[in-house]
């Protein structure tokens, strides 16, 4: 592992160097002081989907969804669950299909929600379907 990571800010999206032995010490954001784990997903949209998943060192798990998806809504709360699971070691986000269409063609989402884990701005995984909260979190712990 390097000694140095590079976390993108979900606030104002700026990329933090964060020395890794403190990555669960709770930093915060060189640029505008707040936290950089918010135990949260972030919304992403097209202005910053790609800073978030190329230019951060530590996996991104995607959930593509749409506000009237029932198996998407029946999932936030598992989402928003592995969040808390999962930081400081991987970011949650998600993107909203219905709000950023060209994102859902460029990655090819044919159902949703589909999850993405990305590393290093490479898809390493996928799965489509809703998952409850321990699934996401053996699911993305077994691909990251």
């Not at 592995?82 to 044919?110: F, S």
Request: charged letters at 15%.
């Amino acid at each position: 592992m390097n000694d140095t990571l590079h976390i993108v800010c979900p606030h104002c999206h700026s990329t933090n160097r964060v020395p890794a032995a403190r990555i669960d010490q709770a930093p915060n954001c060189g640029r505008c002081h707040q936290t950089l784990f918010t135990a949260q997903p972030i919304e992403l949209t097209q202005a910053n989907f790609a800073t978030h998943i190329t230019r951060s060192d530590i996996p991104v798990l995607v959930d593509f969804w749409a506000p009237w998806c029932g198996p998407c809504k029946m999932m936030a709360p598992y989402f928003v669950q592995a969040a808390q699971l999962l930081e400081p070691n991987m970011h949650l986000v998600k993107v909203n299909t219905e709000a950023e269409p060209n994102l859902g063609v460029q990655y090819g989402i044919r159902s949703i929600p589909t999850l993405i884990l990305f590393r290093h701005g490479r898809e390493v995984a996928r799965q489509a379907g809703a998952m409850r909260v321990q699934e996401i979190v053996h699911w993305a712990q077994t691909h990251s």
